[in-house]
């Protein structure tokens, strides 16, 4: 079973910095295969999964998946040994604050349906995200 554990997450100022990390545990193929995903969700909404919007993902080939709310800001990579996943937030907006969870797909190969929350398997516990102004 897939483990996720989510931390990084802190107040900034907005045009601020983070980096979100997410170690991952019993994800392991001998083959390529799967997705993992970056989603934020408004804090005190976890229960609502429909609110759960799906920011950035990456497959195992390393491809890239953006909401249009994010592209060009945010980065989602991964470690070589697939142990860790990151996403790196720059220019921090105020809109960005929310619980970030990161969530695994291991039979999805699309990243961009790496996205779609009703595809993912795994989730980790999140990490809160506050911007201010």
């Known amino acids: 079973q897939v483990q996720l554990v989510e931390s990084g997450g802190g107040s900034v100022r907005a045009g601020g910095t983070l980096t979100l990390s997410c170690a991952v545990s019993?994800?392991?193929?001998?083959?390529?295969?799967?997705?993992m995903g970056w989603f934020r969700q408004e804090a005190g909404k976890e229960r609502e999964e429909l609110e759960r919007?799906?920011?950035?993902?990456?497959?195992?080939?390393?491809?890239?998946s953006y909401a249009d709310s994010v592209k060009g800001r945010f980065t989602v990579s991964m470690d070589n040994a697939r142990q860790k996943l990151y996403l790196q937030m720059n220019n921090l907006k105020p809109e960005d604050t929310a619980m970030y969870y990161c969530?695994?797909?291991?039979?999805?190969?699309?990243?961009?349906?790496?996205?779609?929350?009703?595809?993912?398997?795994?989730w980790g516990q999140g990490t809160l995200v506050t911007v201010h102004s």
């Open positions: 969530a695994a797909a291991p039979r999805v190969a699309w990243a961009i349906e790496c996205r779609d929350y009703r595809n993912l398997e795994s």
């Open positions: 019993g994800y392991t193929s001998s083959y390529c295969t799967g997705c």
């Open positions: 919007e799906g920011v950035a993902a990456i497959n195992c080939h390393d491809v890239t």
